[in-house]
């Protein structure tokens, strides 16, 4: 049971690699235009003719960090593995009713020719 797991994490692994990959060069970009445009911003304190605009930047709010790359990897895990997916078809998940405790299938409700109506309510 656990080398199926295994087998099933590493291709989950080998599919986002690629997706990752392209976020965190992305990130090393965005960082290097940044950090180029306070070089060139030092410049205009020193020269009066470089044409850059300004832009605040500082050494702790970086997004090629080890904490954003962990976040990106995570956001791209959860999008992966989540049930729906856009153009697919609705799952069909497990509801409990809160009268009896029993347990159905949300399409289990659903009838020919009439929409069904989910509302997703809050209690606080």
């Known amino acids: 049971m656990n080398t199926i797991k295994s087998i099933k994490n590493a291709i989950v692994c080998l599919v986002l690699l690629p997706r990752f990959l392209m976020a965190a060069v992305m990130f090393w970009l965005l960082d290097f235009l940044c950090i180029r445009k306070r070089v060139f911003l030092r410049m205009k304190e020193q020269e009066v003719d470089v ?3 300004p ?4 050494d702790s709010n970086r997004l090629f960090s080890m904490e954003s790359l962990k976040a990106v990897w995570h956001g791209h895990k959860l999008d992966f593995l989540k049930a729906a997916h856009l153009g697919h078809g609705a799952p069909n998940s497990e509801v409990v009713q809160l009268g009896d405790q029993q347990r159905s299938r949300i399409l289990d ?3 020919d020719k009439r929409p069904l109506i989910l509302n997703f309510g809050s209690c606080t």
């Open 109 to 111: 409700y659903a009838k």
């Open 51 to 53: 044409v850059d605009p």
């Open 55 to 58: 832009v605040c930047i500082s």
